[in-house]
């Protein structure tokens, strides 16, 4: 069985930084393109980063490009978002999913972390 | 970005047919793909590819639509079926619609 599970998130001031971590089991995590995707309380959904199988490329929504670093750890089936400078309009449930390919559509999904930037 | 309008809300009986409708604001070819959420949980694929039904799902979900124009159909619809469901596009950057709340009667 698929499993994502999210962590790392919390309360954290204006232009701080947050790393997310998600741990992934049940696949071959090296199989898979994945991504971050976020949703604002109430809100709709947003894609925020992709990165490739090996991590050799990486894809970012415009409005994090810069602030925020997607990467991977394949030996320990591990996927991480470095989120610095942070706004209070990334406040959002994040989630880790995988995908088909960058820009694709999204297979799997963890439950997801609360990140809230307040201060 | 491509933005993709879907109907906020509807409301139906059990056992009867529902279309949810997204429109995106320019050609995505096939490359539509469609979630439901239920509250406090996380999305689920339910369609991939504007017609494809992800492995798992009930037949009783299919998808139709090319171009701009899309749609999400379940029949017949059951309770359990009350949730959010959103349309996502990946022809451009991933975007996905505000989402459409199912309310079963």
């Known amino acids: 069985e698929v499993q994502l599970v999210e962590s790392g998130g919390g309360l954290v001031q204006p232009g701080r930084s947050l790393k997310l971590s998600c741990a992934a089991s049940?696949?071959?995590?090296?199989?898979?393109?994945m991504a971050w995707v976020r949703q604002a309380p109430t809100k709709g959904l947003e894609w925020v980063a992709s990165?490739?199988?090996?991590?050799?490329?990486?894809y970012y929504r415009d409005s994090v490009k810069g602030r925020f670093t997607i990467s991977r750890d394949n030996a320990k089936s591990s996927l991480y978002l470095q989120m610095d400078s942070l706004r209070s309009e990334d406040t959002a449930t994040y989630y880790c999913?995988?995908?088909?390919?960058?820009?694709?559509?999204?297979?799997?999904w963890g439950q997801g972390v609360m990140v809230t930037v307040s201060s | 970005d491509t933005v993709l309008t879907q109907s906020p809300a509807l409301a139906v009986s059990p056992g009867e047919r529902v279309t949810i409708s997204c429109r995106a604001s320019?050609?995505?070819?096939?490359?539509m793909h469609w979630y439901q959420q239920k509250p406090g949980q996380q999305p689920k694929l339910l369609i991939y590819?504007?017609?494809n039904l992800e492995s798992g799902v009930p037949a009783r979900f299919s998808g139709s639509g090319s171009g701009t124009d899309f749609t999400l159909t379940i029949d017949p619809v059951e309770a359990d079926d009350t949730a959010t469901y959103f349309c996502?596009?990946?022809?451009?950057?991933?975007?996905f619609g505000s989402g459409t709340k199912l309310e079963i009667k």
């Open positions: 996502q596009q990946s022809w451009n950057d991933p975007t």
């Open positions: 999913t995988t995908t088909e390919g960058i820009g694709d559509y999204f297979d799997y």
């Open positions: 990165i490739s199988y090996d991590g050799g490329s990486t």
């Open positions: 590819g504007a017609s």
């Open positions: 049940g696949f071959t995590f090296s199989d898979y393109y």
């Open positions: 320019e050609s995505v070819s096939t490359g």
